[in-house]
């Protein structure tokens, strides 16, 4: 049973472009959750999508940022017009069902932005 | 606003030493507490996750306890190795609110 899937797992973007980072939950999990830990600073929830739903949202920047979670598919995070604010390490984490289970993070994708 | 602190910052130690990792949270309506493992470059793993009707969870040389009532929760680590030299993170459900994590080393 592979873990949680994150690609790339590398990405250099020059400032203005746009970054999408994919990450493939755990086989039989539906919920995904994204968080970003910036450098010497702790992780932050970014945003929990169930199938086809954006749950909640709340640590979403306002503008350039968002994620789906199609049906089919692995669940993405865009970021349109990267600025280099934006480097950082993206986590993606799984589980079965919100709040009671174990939470299982990706390896992340490391963002760099030139 | 639930806001989750985690002492030290940074912990040496010699092998075989048992030790104690603190955490705390400002809200005590959590759903759960879980201790995560973050090795450098790498995702995080997870230690224990203890619910919140419950007051601890071990797994082999660790434990963790959960005090709610008093916003706070420890993780032991019993005869420390340099293979658990890591990042140790604490978050609190259901959301998952990280503290900055304690980082050990555990020196031959």
């Known amino acids: 049973n592979a873990g949680v899937m994150q690609n790339p797992r590398h990405l250099v973007r020059r400032r203005g472009q746009e970054a999408r980072l994919r990450c493939s939950p755990m086989k039989g999990h539906s919920h995904v959750y994204w968080y970003r830990q910036l450098p010497e600073e702790g992780l932050k929830f970014m945003v929990y999508?169930?199938?086809?739903?954006?749950?909640?949202e709340s640590g979403m920047p306002k503008e350039r940022f968002s994620a789906e979670f199609p049906k089919e598919g692995p669940s993405i995070l865009r970021i349109q017009q990267v600025v280099r604010g934006d480097s950082a390490a993206y986590f993606c984490?799984?589980?079965?069902?919100?709040?009671?289970?174990?939470?299982?993070f990706g390896e992340g994708s490391w963002l760099t932005v030139v | 606003k639930q806001e989750v602190t985690q002492i030290p910052a940074a912990l040496s130690v010699p092998e075989g030493e048992n030790l104690v990792l603190n955490c705390s949270f400002t809200d005590s309506a959590i759903y759960n507490l879980q201790w995560f493992r973050q090795d450098p470059g790498k995702g995080l793993t997870s230690l224990l996750l203890?619910?919140?009707?419950?007051r601890e969870q071990t797994s082999g040389r660790l434990n963790a306890s959960l005090d709610k009532s008093s916003g706070r929760s420890t993780l032991y680590i019993a005869a420390s190795q340099p293979g658990d030299s890591a990042t140790y993170l604490c978050?609190?459900?259901?959301?998952?609110?990280f503290g900055k994590g304690t980082k050990l080393t555990v020196n031959p």
């Open positions: 203890i619910q919140s009707s419950q």
């Open positions: 978050a609190v459900g259901p959301k998952l609110v």
């Open positions: 984490a799984s589980s079965p069902e919100h709040s009671g289970n174990t939470i299982y």
């Open positions: 999508l169930q199938k086809e739903n954006i749950i909640d």
